[in-house]
């Protein structure tokens, strides 16, 4: 199967090199207007620069779309319109009306996916098989500041990745009420689903990356680790007592046992499986519709001039 990528930032870089390992990808062609970014890149991964983006569409099977967030529409469009499928990062468009009108003009005959890449980090299905009667979750996904360019605020850039996993590995019922404050480059948004409170915070100005999960539930706590993949289940205590005034409890921690993967090299495995076999994409462009309203929600209730 030959293979394009479009865009040579940080993302378009790492799919170029996870492509350039897979065996099923035979020719790996690379376009960005930086013509030497490209040339550059290609010739460090055995790939193939071109010099426009009508000819990759005619030479490959399937596209990377790793442009900028306010490019994609425009991108996506032209790559429907020659029926080459198509794995598009996240968020799928710029809004939720330009990504309702790119999926109005998909052809049925191709496969389309969003890169939501957290999807296939192996914590979050592991997570989704221990989580029974949860009373409170809470994820936090936060950055140093970055000079990375993505076109979209912390929303659409980091929470949109909870999101997408609160909605659509947790499945959680509609309707719910949301609060939230925040600016372009911090956010916490508290969902609650009637009894139960999940709260969402991310920010683009931390001193320490984190990524992480706390689900707890009456008899014990999950925590999870979205970098190093790392699950803990910390037991209600056993014993509790007084020694010298101080309060003492003896926990019982358990780490549950987990494949540790390279999140991005499942997805873009499992879009070239989907290509090959004419299969759907796991994550759908209507799920990435539903995503994006909910970051358009959630900046709505956000003070008019913080976003």
């Known amino acids: 199967m030959d293979v394009g990528v479009i865009g040579t930032g940080i993302m378009g870089r ?31 991964n055995g790939a193939k620069a071109v010099s426009s983006l009508d000819r990759m569409l005619g030479q490959i099977d399937a596209v990377s779309i790793c442009v900028p967030t306010e490019y994609h529409y ?31 003009n998909i052809p049925k005959d191709i496969v389309v996916g969003v890169g939501h890449i957290e999807r296939f980090n192996p914590i979050v299905k592991e997570i989704q098989k221990i989580i029974k ?4 979750i809470e994820i936090k996904r936060h950055n140093p500041a970055s000079g990375r360019i993505s076109g979209s605020s912390v929303v659409e850039d980091l929470m949109i990745h909870d999101i997408d996993i609160l909605f659509n590995n947790f499945k959680f019922a509609l309707p719910y009420q949301l609060s939230c404050s925040g600016s372009n480059d911090l956010c916490g948004a508290l969902f609650n689903f009637g009894d139960l409170p999940v709260y969402l915070s991310t920010s683009r100005k931390s001193s ?10 009456e008899d014990f ?35 549950v046992m987990v494949n540790k993967v390279e999140p991005l090299k499942m997805e873009l495995c499992s879009f070239i499986d989907c290509v090959g076999n004419n299969t759907d994409f796991e994550i759908p462009a209507e799920q990435a519709i539903l995503d994006l309203k909910i970051c358009e929600e959630i900046k709505s209730k956000c003070s008019d001039t913080a976003f």
Do not use: W
């Open 74 to 104: 425009d991108v996506a469009m032209s790559v429907a319109e020659v029926g080459v499928n198509m794995l598009i990062e996240k968020p799928i468009c710029l809004n939720s009306k330009e990504a309702e009108l790119l999926n109005e």
């Open 14 to 44: 790492n799919h170029v090199r996870v492509y350039s390992e897979l065996k099923k990808v035979n020719d790996l062609y690379l376009y960005d207007i930086n013509s030497d970014a490209a040339t550059e890149l290609a010739k460090r």
């Open 221 to 255: 706590t999950i925590e999870g680790d979205f970098m190093t993949q790392e699950i803990f289940i910390h037991r209600k205590p056993e014993k509790y007592s007084h020694e010298r005034s101080r309060y003492v409890q003896e926990n019982i921690i358990e780490k």
């Open 208 to 217: 320490k990356k984190i990524r992480m999960i706390y689900v707890e539930e």
């Open 133 to 136: 009667n949860p009373l409170y």
